[in-house]
C-alpha cells in the first residue's frame, strides 16, 4: 500500500450485529458492482488523474472473534504507516472501533464524521470489554480514540433511547443532527455544520449505509425508515467532505443478501467514487465542492 493515495480494504465480519447478519458478503459484494470509470461528473474531475489505489483484498477473517481486537487494529495500523487513506468495506458496524485504535496510535484521537441512522453509543448495560455494532462510539470515546467535541454524527431516526444514544454521547460532547432536521434544514446547511465542527482537525469518515432510506438501499441488517435518497447521501458527501483532512473513510452494514436487484452495492460503489474523489480533490488542492459542478474542467 505504499504509494498507494487511497486502499480498498474488505472487512467481512458481521458477528457482531444485533439483527439480521450477512454483513461478512458486503466487501464482496460491492466490488462485484464496481465499475473502472474514474471520471465524476458531478464534481468536474477524473480522479485518476490525481491519485492512484490499490486493491488490498479481504482481512483474514477465520477466526473474526479473535481478530476483532488482533489482526484488524494490528493491520490496519500497518496499513496506515504507509500514509495511504484506507477506504475499508465492511463488515457490521462494530468493526469501526478496532479501526480506530490503529487510527489512535498513528495519529492520536481523531475527529470522526458518523452517517447513520443509529448512534452506535449503545452499551451502558455491558462492561468495556463488550463490542457489537451499536457500541463503537460509545467505546471509542472511552478508549480515547475520538475527540468528541470536534466530531458529529448525522441522520439519526427512529428507534432512539435517551441514555444509550443521547445520555453518555452528549456528556461528552458528541452531538448528533437528526434526520428530521436535516429534512427540513436541507443539504447545504447541514455540511456547513458538519464542516464547522470538524474544523482543520484529521477526520475519519465512517458511513452506515442505513444512513440511507430502504427503499434505497434495502441491502442491510437494520434499516430504518424516513432517511436519504441516493441523490442526498451522494450531495451530502460532496458539500461536506471536499477539502477536509480526511484520514480514512469506511462504508458498513452492506448486506447483499438482502438486496434488491444489486441497488444497495451499486450505490455503495457511488459512494466508495466519492470517498476517492475526495482524496482526489485534497491531493489536488480543492478545498470545496464548487456547487455547480466543474464538469468542463474534466
Ligand atoms: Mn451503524
Ligand atoms: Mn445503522
Given at each position: 500500500t505504499s504509494g498507494a493515495d487511497y486502499t480498498i480494504i474488505g472487512i467481512p465480519f458481521d458477528i457482531r450485529t444485533t439483527y439480521r447478519p450477512g454483513t461478512r458478503f458486503g466487501p464482496d459484494g460491492i466490488l462485484r458492482a464496481f465499475s473502472t470509470d474514474s471520471v465524476n461528473e458531478a464534481v468536474g474531475i477524473d480522479t485518476s488523474k490525481y491519485v492512484k489505489g490499490v486493491d488490498y483484498g479481504n482481512l483474514d477473517m477465520w477466526n473474526a472473534e479473535k481478530a476483532y481486537l488482533g489482526s484488524i487494529p494490528q493491520e490496519m495500523k500497518a496499513i496506515l504507516e504507509t500514509g495511504t487513506i484506507p477506504i475499508v468495506l465492511g463488515g457490521d458496524h462494530s468493526i469501526t472501533f478496532p479501526e480506530l485504535l490503529a487510527y489512535k496510535d498513528v495519529y492520536g484521537p481523531v475527529s470522526i464524521i458518523h452517517f447513520d441512522s443509529h448512534t452506535d453509543t449503545w452499551g451502558s448495560d455491558t462492561d468495556k470489554e463488550h463490542h457489537d455494532h451499536s457500541t463503537p462510539f460509545r467505546r471509542a470515546i472511552e478508549y480515547d480514540c475520538i475527540d468528541p467535541k470536534t466530531s458529529i454524527q448525522v441522520g439519526m431516526r427512529g428507534g432512539l433511547f435517551e441514555e444509550s444514544d443521547f445520555g453518555f454521547a452528549n456528556n461528552a460532547g458528541l452531538e448528533h443532527i437528526y434526520a428530521v432536521d436535516i429534512h427540513h434544514m436541507g443539504i447545504e446547511k447541514t455540511a456547513e455544520l458538519i464542516r464547522e465542527k470538524v474544523g482543520n482537525n484529521k477526520v475519519m469518515v465512517t458511513f452506515d449505509i442505513?444512513?440511507?432510506d430502504p427503499a434505497f438501499a434495502p441491502g442491510t441488517g437494520t434499516p430504518v425508515s424516513c432517511g436519504f435518497t441516493s441523490r442526498q447521501a451522494l450531495e451530502l458527501i460532496r458539500h461536506s467532505l471536499i477539502g477536509l483532512d480526511i484520514v480514512g473513510f469506511d462504508l458498513v452494514e452492506v448486506a447483499p443478501n438482502y438486496d434488491a436487484g444489486g441497488i444497495t452495492s451499486i450505490l455503495a460503489c457511488r459512494i466508495v467514487k466519492e470517498f476517492i474523489t475526495c482524496v482526489a480533490c485534497k491531493k489536488a488542492g480543492?478545498?470545496?465542492?464548487a456547487k455547480k459542478g466543474m464538469i468542463e474542467n474534466v
Open positions: 442505513d444512513f440511507v480543492i478545498k470545496e465542492y
